[in-house]
C-alpha cells in the first residue's frame, strides 16, 4: 500500500478528495436552493438528478427537496416510528434481550447519522435494523417462552396470549356432544383468558 514515489500520492490525493468535499457542499447549496423554490410539496421525486445529473448526498434535505416540507415530515415522522417502537420494544425487553435492542438502536442511530452525507434510504441495511426493531417489539416476554428449546403449539399460544383454536373441531374439547353435519349449529368461542 505505501510504496516508493506515485503510489503514496495516489493515496494521500483519495484519502483527501477535496473535489468530491466541494461536490457535496455544491450539491447541498443546489438542493437548498431548490427548496425554496417548493417548500411545500418539493420539485417532484426524480427531478433533482434529471437536472443537475447527480443525486443529493443526504437523505432529510432529498426528502425536503424532491417532496418537500410534507414528504420530510412523513421521513421524520416514520423514523420516530421506528425509534419510538425501539424504545418501547427495549424498555419491555428482559435479560439478553435488552442487548439486541441496544444494538439495533445503535444501528438505526448510525444510519441516520450516516444518512446526513449519504443517500441511505436506499440501503438494505437500514430497512432490515427497521424491520428487527418492528419485529422485536412483537415478541413475548422472555418470562413466558420456553427454555427447552422445543415449541410446541400450545407453547406458542400461552406465549402469544392466543387461543390456539378459536373453534373447537369436535366438541369434545367444549364438552359438548361433537357435531354431525345434520346438526351444525353456531359453535361461540370462549373469550380468550
Known amino acids: 500500500m505505501f510504496g516508493t514515489g506515485g503510489q503514496d500520492d495516489e493515496f494521500i490525493n483519495r484519502a483527501s478528495r477535496t473535489h468530491s468535499i466541494e461536490s457535496r457542499f455544491n450539491i447541498i447549496y443546489h438542493a437548498l436552493d431548490r427548496f425554496v423554490d417548493a417548500p411545500l410539496f418539493g420539485i417532484g421525486v426524480g427531478r433533482f438528478p434529471t437536472e443537475y445529473g447527480n443525486i443529493i ?19 421524520l ?4 416510528f421506528i425509534s419510538l417502537r425501539l424504545v418501547t420494544g427495549y424498555r419491555a ?5 435488552k ?18 452525507g449519504v443517500e ?8 432490515m435494523v427497521m424491520a428487527l426493531i418492528t419485529a422485536g417489539k412483537l415478541l413475548p416476554p422472555s ?8 415449541i410446541d403449539g400450545d407453547e406458542v399460544a400461552q406465549a402469544t ?15 359438548q356432544p361433537p357435531v354431525s353435519v345434520g346438526t351444525l349449529r353456531p359453535v361461540v368461542a370462549e373469550p380468550p383468558r
Do not use: K
Not at 99 to 116: I, K, Q, W, Y
Not at 143 to 150: A, I, L, V
Open 143 to 150: 418470562s413466558e417462552r420456553p427454555t427447552d428449546g422445543h
Open 77 to 80: 415522522g416514520f423514523i420516530a
Open 120 to 127: 441511505a434510504f436506499y440501503q438494505r441495511h437500514w430497512w
Open 161 to 175: 396470549r392466543q387461543p390456539l383454536s378459536r373453534y373447537p373441531s369436535n366438541g369434545a374439547e367444549s364438552g
Open 93 to 97: 425487553a428482559v435479560g439478553d434481550d
Open 99 to 116: 442487548d439486541v435492542f441496544l444494538a439495533l438502536g445503535l444501528c438505526h442511530g448510525a444510519m441516520f447519522t450516516f444518512s446526513m
Open 57 to 75: 448526498h443526504n437523505t432529510p434535505l432529498w426528502f425536503a427537496t424532491e417532496m418537500g416540507t410534507i414528504g420530510l415530515l412523513i421521513f
